[in-house]
């Protein structure tokens, strides 16, 4: 059973900077893809970044590109989200979130599995 949890969320300044985790369990990794993604209240989940966890690739959406950094850990079996920069429309609950290593890795729909979520607060 694949367990997702996130941690490291909270309220922050306009250009400030958060680093979320997400430790996951239940099985090798190696073969998943993991993603970041975020929802606002009466929007969308939204795509953020994902990363191959074989060989640490990475793909970010445009709307956060050049501010978040997606990472892992081996060893500690987590994934990271820097985040910097931040602003009020980053205001979210952020996900982490793993697939197999098949399909489109931006829509929501292909993950398999979800942590619970953590909010960022940006204040202006």
């Known amino acids: 059973q694949v367990q997702l949890v996130e941690s490291g969320g909270g309220l922050v300044q306009t250009g400030g900077s958060l680093r979320l985790s997400c430790a996951a369990s239940?099985?090798?990794?190696?073969?998943?893809?993991m993603g970041w993604f975020r929802q606002a209240p009466g929007k969308e989940r939204e795509f953020l970044a994902t990363?191959?966890?074989?060989?640490?690739?990475?793909y970010y959406a445009d709307s956060v590109k050049g501010r978040f950094t997606i990472s892992r850990d081996n060893f500690k079996n987590e994934v990271h989200l820097q985040m910097n920069s931040l602003k009020p429309e980053d205001t979210a609950v952020y996900y982490c979130?793993?697939?197999?290593?098949?399909?489109?890795?931006?829509?929501?729909?292909?993950?398999?599995?979800w942590g619970q979520g953590t909010q960022v607060t940006v204040s202006s």
């Open positions: 979130a793993a697939k197999q290593a098949y399909g489109n890795n931006w829509i929501v729909g292909n993950y398999g599995y």
């Open positions: 239940g099985r090798a990794f190696s073969s998943y893809v």
């Open positions: 990363l191959r966890w074989r060989d640490a690739s990475t």
